[in-house]
Structures are given as structure tokens and as C-alpha cells.
T-cell receptor
Framework: AQKITQTQPGMFVQEKEAVTLDCTYD???????LFWYKQPSSGEMIFLIY??????QNATEGRYSLNFQKARKSANLVISASQLGDSAMYFC????????????FGQGTELSVKP | SAVISQKPSRDICQRGTSLTIQCQVD?????MFWYRQQPGQSLTLIAT?????????ESGFVIDKFPISRPNLTFSTLTVSNMSPEDSSIYLC???????????????FGEGSRLTVL
């Protein structure tokens, strides 16, 4: 069975500092994709970054980067130069390609950025 | 990317009533998904809606409770039937844009529909 684990229910970071949000996954499939989404208090899900299981380089999108360690089955999100607007819930998710493209989500990490 | 609009954005409903949520996409998409997010929880897939065929429901979700329509490639509805307070959740529509190799690219979400059942 596939599973996503986020072990940090809440995190604090000082404005302008970097923060790492942890995500580990479990799957026996070789082909899969890993996603990070941001959910502000408004409830919308904002796509941040994607990493495919066959991608050799870590994905980066602006201030977001994904530290992909395939052997350890981890896909941690790194946010550099945190901003107050980064305060939100962050969800790690996995898509397993032999299951029609649905996403399996972790429990989320609530990030609070301090001024 | 895809622009996804959901209606209503929020609603307060009475126990025993039903509510239909609409999801409109600005481009044709092959697969649409409906998720539920109960208060303080993560997202759980309710069903996959494919145009021209019956929706595929996940374990724990049934068509009688969550009927889904998919009349064309840009639109879907989810109905929450005979609501109880336990149905109070955010319901989110998600799409996988057509033409993408399944192992690449993003899955996009609508803004969500926040339902409160009294």
C-alpha cells in the first residue's frame, strides 16, 4: 500500500530564514510522482513543486526546492528566504501511475513564519 | 496550467438536505477528481470522474451519497446527499490536464467549496 508521512504537525521559522518540511513515502512502484501543495487559510490548494521518480535532478521552483532522496524514500521541501505569506499548511502528496493518477496526501505541516 | 472554478465557494446547509457543487475548467481535461478535506484533516479522494463513463469511487464512498456527473470534458458536479454534520468539509475538484505524460506535470485544484452542515 502507498503511504505519505509528514511527521511535523507544526513548524516555526524566522522571516528570511530557510526551512525544511519533511516528507517520507512508501510505495513498491517504480514510477511515481511527488507533489507539494500549499493551503492557506482560504482553503485553496496551490501547487508548488513536482518531482518524478525518474528525475535525476532535484526539482526547483523559485524559492522552493525539493530534496529528493530516492533510496531513503524522502522528498523534503525546502523553502528559502521565508516570507510572512508563506504561513500556511503544506501537504506532500504522491501519485502512483498505475492507479489512474489519483493523489495520496500526507497529514500536512502547518508552517508559521515569525517577523 | 488550468484554471478551475468551483461553485459555491462556501455554504451553510441544513441536515437532511442535498447540495450540488460545480467544477468548471477552462480547458478540456481527461480526468477530474473530487476530494474531501474534513476539518483539520488531510485530503481524501472521493471519486474519479471520467467523461462518458461512470465515476469510480474510492473505498468508503458510494454513489448514492456522492453522485457525480461529467457531461463533458470541461465540467463536473458532485452532489452531497442527505447531509449530516459529519459532511462538513472542504470539497475540492482536481484535474489532470490532457496531453500530459502521466508521469510529469501538475495536478491542479479548484478553490474548494467549504460546506457547513447544521
Amino acid at each position: 500500500a502507498q503511504k505519505i508521512t509528514q511527521t511535523q504537525p507544526g513548524m516555526f521559522v524566522q522571516e528570511k530564514e530557510a526551512v525544511t518540511l519533511d516528507c517520507t513515502y512508501d510505495t513498491s512502484d517504480q514510477s511515481y510522482g511527488l507533489f507539494w501543495y500549499k493551503q492557506p487559510s482560504s482553503g485553496e490548494m496551490i501547487f508548488l513543486i513536482y518531482q518524478g521518480s525518474y528525475d535525476e535532478q532535484n526539482a526547483t521552483e523559485g524559492r522552493y526546492s525539493l530534496n529528493f532522496q530516492k533510496a531513503r524514500k524522502s522528498a523534503n521541501l525546502v523553502i528559502s528566504a521565508s516570507q510572512l505569506g508563506d504561513s500556511a499548511m503544506y501537504f506532500c502528496a504522491m501519485r502512483v501511475n498505475n492507479q489512474g493518477g489519483k493523489l495520496i496526501f500526507g497529514q500536512g505541516t502547518e508552517l508559521s513564519v515569525k517577523p | 496550467s488550468a484554471v478551475i472554478s468551483q461553485k459555491p465557494s462556501r455554504d451553510i446547509c441544513q441536515r437532511g438536505t442535498s447540495l450540488t457543487i460545480q467544477c468548471q475548467v477552462d480547458s478540456q481535461v481527461t480526468m477530474m477528481f473530487w476530494y474531501r478535506q474534513q476539518p483539520g484533516q488531510s485530503l481524501t479522494l472521493i471519486a474519479t470522474a471520467n467523461q462518458g463513463s461512470e465515476a469510480t469511487y474510492e473505498s468508503g464512498f458510494v454513489i448514492d451519497k456522492f453522485p457525480i456527473s461529467r457531461p463533458n470534458l470541461t465540467f463536473s458536479t458532485l452532489t452531497v446527499s442527505n447531509m449530516s454534520p459529519e459532511d462538513s468539509s472542504i470539497y475540492l475538484c482536481s484535474v489532470e490536464t490532457s496531453g500530459k505524460v502521466i508521469n510529469t506535470g501538475e495536478l491542479f485544484f479548484g478553490e474548494g467549496s467549504r460546506l457547513t452542515v447544521l
